[in-house]
């Protein structure tokens, strides 16, 4: 990569900004996020946070939901396998949560 675009995506990185695992559809560099916005370090082409951001979104939403339907199950169930059970899903919900928050 070059250095004038790597120095920008510093510059970036230095103002607050946050690398997303999305890139440019202009010039494929690493879209950055900053004060909302989603924006090219290398370019300066603008991309709307939330149709970027959304799918992700989407996924931790559901796994929200699931966690809180899991643990209501969890409260009222009294047989141990089925116990077992309900805790290896939210075990498993929480590591895909988890691996969100990651990326
Ligand atoms: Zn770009």
Known sequence: ???KKVAKMVDVLLAGGK???VHCAKCGGPLFEREGKVECAV???KAKPE???EPLRRVEEVLHAKLNSLAEQLAKETDYTKTLELLNNIKSTLEALEKLKVR
Do not use: I, N, Y
Request: aromatic share 0%.
């Open 1 to 3: 990569m070059e250095e």
């Open 19 to 21: 690398m997303l695992p």
């Open 51 to 53: 149709a970027k951001a």
């Open 43 to 45: 370019c300066g082409e």
